[in-house]
């Protein structure tokens, strides 16, 4: 078992800049591929980011690309998203996902791949 707790939320302007973070607790943090996924009133999660377990690779949806920046500390157990340029539409849920792998230089992007979930920390940007 893995257990992940966000923090980092919370209400910015257009425009601003948040700090997502997540702490993994239970097993060797090291052997998990990362990911944030987000999900907005009356839609489905969607992938934001993924970070591969060696913290070489990662990957972004296109919505956040040059925006948004994950990176992990293996030592510390946590994965972290810096959100910048926020817009309106960057409001939701975030979600820190984990999932168990053997390639050191595969990151995720589906849902369905990920074994454990965090609870969820709100973002709102507001306009």
């Known amino acids: 078992q893995v257990q992940l707790a966000e923090s980092g939320g919370g209400l910015v302007q257009v425009g601003g800049s948040l700090r997502l973070s997540c702490a993994a607790s239970?097993?060797?943090?090291?052997?998990?591929?990362m990911g944030w996924f987000r999900q907005a009133p009356g839609k489905e999660r969607e992938f934001v980011a993924g970070i591969a377990r060696s913290g070489r690779n990662t990957y972004y949806a296109d919505s956040v690309k040059g925006r948004f920046t994950i990176s992990r500390d293996n030592a510390k157990n946590t994965v972290d998203l810096q959100m910048n340029s926020l817009k309106p539409e960057d409001t939701a849920v975030y979600y820190c996902?984990?999932?168990?792998?053997?390639?050191?230089?595969?990151?995720?992007?589906?849902?369905?791949?990920?074994?454990?979930w965090g609870q969820g920390t709100q973002v709102t940007v507001s306009s």
């Open positions: 239970g097993r060797t943090f090291s052997n998990y591929a």
């Open positions: 996902a984990a999932r168990s792998s053997s390639k050191s230089s595969y990151y995720y992007t589906v849902p369905n791949d990920y074994d454990y």
